[in-house]
């Protein structure tokens, strides 16, 4: 009798013990993979130039949000459309950074870059999230495409190379 009681006794205890690991792991995301939304949006894509980051615009994009769920954007004229955003002073024959935040997730990709000017374009070497900037000074269009498994995105800036 005597161990059915201490038995009786421990049932709240280990009832409460349990409940706070739950709080806790809850609290550091343990379980957040059931059930939960996550967001699958186009990845955002940045410039990296003497330690800031700059945010490109997302020009033309297709992209898989969910199963047969796309988000799509068409930009039908890249100038314009570039034109409308701001300059960015970038150093010309310098390296800069690109990188795309992808909400967290990590996305088998192959990007190329582009430089515009007068219509004509001009591919330009990025490796290992590194764009080699031409030794020219000017205003160009710099397009960078992200092509991964959930589709593509365009990036667009004009940029002033000096």
Known sequence: MKKILQLLLLIPVAAISIFII???ARQFGVYNFIGEDYDTSPPTGELHVNGSGIIMEQGNVNWEVKD????KKRVDDIKTFAQKEKKIDLPSGEDIGFSYIANGT??????TAQLWNNNKKESITIENSTIHL???KGTFILEINLVAEQGTVQYISTVNLN
């Open 106 to 111: 990590v996305l088998e990709s192959d990007i």
């Open 68 to 71: 047969g769920e796309f988000v």
């Open 134 to 136: 031409p030794n020219r």
């Open 22 to 24: 739950t709080l806790i």
